[in-house]
């Protein structure tokens, strides 16, 4: 009996994966479109997802585009083993109501496992125009918050980079409650200091990354002034 019972559950297993893994992958147009205002059921997600991303690319750490790499298949967990300079950095690009936006993933390290999710930048590459974040295994009531519509909402209209022109990314402070736009800073989660300062740091590390990237977009914007 429990042969054949063991025998059930792993072809059970099996026959879901490909239904799993399309779950996962609309899942994921899902987030990207949430970052800039669009949300949509998983069953529509895709249609919108190929209507609003213009453009899905692959970067080196010198932001230039990897011709033979599917940003959309990029795993991040891998790609953060690797050195710098031999990463793939994916990067989609939007076009929705006549705004410009570039949207980078991100991944880093919460108070107990893995946190991610996705930033979106308007056309000056330093507003933010939406966030999403999610976890493995912070604490429900606590670090878990990150994912609630209120705490995502105080990075809206954010900017990464300082008035002196760094990238300091969005800073998750205990304490700060000026909710100031434009300083670079978001008051933290009561109790959740750890998975915070997570967030301050996959943000900075992450969108440090694309800075190369970045920088020719800004170039090119004055130019055409």
């Known amino acids: 009996m429990v042969i ?31 970052t800039i205002g669009i949300n949509v059921e998983r069953d529509a997600a895709e249609e919108l997802y190929n209507k609003y991303i213009t453009e899905q690319l ?72 939406g966030v999403v974040f999610d976890h493995k295994g912070e604490t429900a009531g606590l670090g878990a918050e990150i994912t609630t519509d209120w705490f995502k909402e105080r990075f809206e209209n954010e900017e990464v980079f300082n008035d002196q022109g760094e990238l300091v990314g969005v800073i998750v402070e205990k304490g700060y409650s000026d909710n100031v736009k434009g300083d670079n800073k978001v008051s933290s989660i009561s109790g959740a200091t750890i998975t915070g300062d997570g967030v301050t740091d996959m943000m900075q590390e992450r969108l440090k990354r694309y800075l190369p990237y970045f920088e020719t977009k800004k170039k090119s914007k004055l130019a055409t002034r």
């Open 4 to 34: 054949v019972v063991a025998a059930a559950l792993s072809f059970a297993a099996t026959s879901l994966q490909p239904m799993q893994a399309e779950n996962v992958r609309k899942e994921k147009m899902q987030n990207i479109l949430s």
């Open 58 to 129: 692959t970067l080196n750490h010198q932001g230039e585009q990897m011709q033979d790499v599917d940003a959309f298949t990029v795993n991040l967990a891998r790609e953060l083993k690797k050195p710098v300079e031999e990463q793939a950095y994916p990067l989609y690009v939007a076009d929705y109501e006549n705004e410009k936006y570039y949207i980078v993933p991100l991944r880093g390290k919460g108070l107990w496992d893995a946190i991610w999710g996705y930033v979106a930048l308007k056309e000056d590459v330093n507003t933010i125009k």
